[in-house]
């Protein structure tokens, strides 16, 4: 089946820096990727939708600036979380659709755990 | 915008007996998807079932069946047989057929599942 791999899969940082997760399908092409945010014991919520060679859509409330998405390819999608403060810490997750299929489930990514010192 | 509600943030089922997860979701479209997702404490989004909703039989997976009541918006999760390794987090979601195919999920349901 479909697979998508998103890494690391755990990273604690200081806070100020940055960290870049990445998400990968590994079988499929996926002109759209989704990241989620998850905090403890609460629902996924989407931050972005990510489309290869445009822009990121943000969700509201997102900011745009922090949370930087970039789909360079049909392949892999990035989030940059720039100058990370602990509220930033949170469980992310992306996922993506096979654009050669028809209406197919989304595939996840196992997910980042993203603790802010 | 559409939203999903799952009313039971805990659910608990002896083992081998059957529990339903409960689901409602509002929308004003009439073309649409809607799944149950499993996470366990992996955190890994596992596919359960999914439905289509211009499709009247409800969708069925193994031990997994779903009650699908389109003028109700009502999607009901049913798991029969329960096993010890069906305790996870189940998320309700729903997808717009046409516009981007981001899930929107309920809050979650956890089933904890007794031996």
């Known amino acids: 089946g479909a697979v998508v791999s998103q890494h690391p899969s755990r990273v604690i940082c200081k806070s100020g820096t940055s960290v870049k997760i990445e998400c990968r399908s590994l079988?499929?092409?996926?002109?759209?990727m989704f990241w989620y945010r998850q905090f403890p014991k609460q629902s996924l919520m989407l931050m972005a939708t990510?489309?290869?060679?445009?822009?990121?859509?943000?969700e509201q409330g997102v900011e745009k600036d922090k949370f930087l998405i970039n789909h360079a390819s049909l392949t892999l999608s990035t989030l940059t979380v720039t100058s990370a403060h602990p509220e930033d810490s949170s469980f992310y997750i992306c996922?993506?659709?096979?654009?050669?299929?028809?209406?197919?489930?989304?595939?996840f990514g196992n997910g980042t755990r993203l603790t802010v010192t | 915008a559409q939203t999903v509600t799952q009313s039971q943030p805990e659910m608990s089922v002896q083992e081998a007996e059957t529990v339903t997860l409960s689901c409602t979701y509002d929308?004003?479209?009439?073309?649409?998807?809607l799944f149950w997702y499993k996470q366990p404490p992996s955190r890994q989004m596992i596919l359960v079932i999914r439905?289509?909703?211009?499709?009247?039989q409800n969708a069925t997976e193994n031990r997994f069946s779903v009650n699908f009541q389109k003028a109700a918006k009502s999607f009901s999760l049913k798991i029969s047989d329960s096993q010890l390794g069906d305790a996870a987090m189940y998320f309700c979601?729903?997808?717009?057929?046409?516009?981007?195919?981001?899930?929107?999920f309920g809050g979650g349901t956890r089933l904890m599942v007794k031996p």
């Open positions: 996922s993506a659709r096979d654009a050669g299929t028809g209406v197919s489930p989304l595939h």
């Open positions: 079988d499929f092409q996926a002109t759209t």
């Open positions: 990510s489309n290869e060679g445009s822009k990121a859509t943000y």
């Open positions: 929308t004003s479209e009439s073309d649409y998807y």
């Open positions: 439905q289509e909703a211009y499709k009247q």
């Open positions: 979601a729903y997808r717009s057929a046409d516009a981007g195919n981001m899930l929107t």
